[in-house]
């Protein structure tokens, strides 16, 4: 069984960062691309960055473009979203995700909430 815990989430203010990690298991998480998603209240969950199984390659949703960036460690089997200059609209619950063995696996989310 999959298993996908994040961490790091909390309350920043504008202009702050945070550092989000998930540590996963039960797969083959080296060969397997990465994501992270978040969902604000009253929206659509969206993808916020990915990253290919060897980290060569990453991809981000423009609005985070610049501000956050995603990491992995293969040897750690986790997976990291560093947001730095952010927003009241990066206000939401973050998720990890991984998609294997045909189906999208996910974490139980962190909230992440910026706000003075």
């Known amino acids: 069984q999959v298993h996908l815990v994040e961490s790091g989430g909390g309350l920043v203010q504008p202009g702050g960062s945070l550092r989000l990690s998930c540590a996963a298991s039960?797969?083959?998480?080296?060969?397997?691309?990465m994501s992270w998603y978040r969902q604000a209240p009253g929206k659509e969950r969206e993808l916020v960055a990915a990253?290919?199984?060897?980290?060569?390659?990453?991809n981000y949703v423009d609005s985070v473009k610049g501000r956050f960036t995603i990491s992995r460690d293969n040897a750690k089997n986790t997976v990291y979203l560093q947001m730095d200059s952010l927003k009241p609209e990066d206000t939401a619950v973050y998720y990890c995700?991984?998609?294997?063995?045909?189906?999208?696996?996910w974490g139980q989310g962190t909230q992440v909430t910026v706000s003075s």
């Open positions: 995700n991984v998609y294997a063995d045909r189906r999208d696996y």
């Open positions: 039960e797969f083959s998480f080296s060969t397997n691309v």
């Open positions: 990253i290919s199984a060897t980290g060569g390659a990453t």
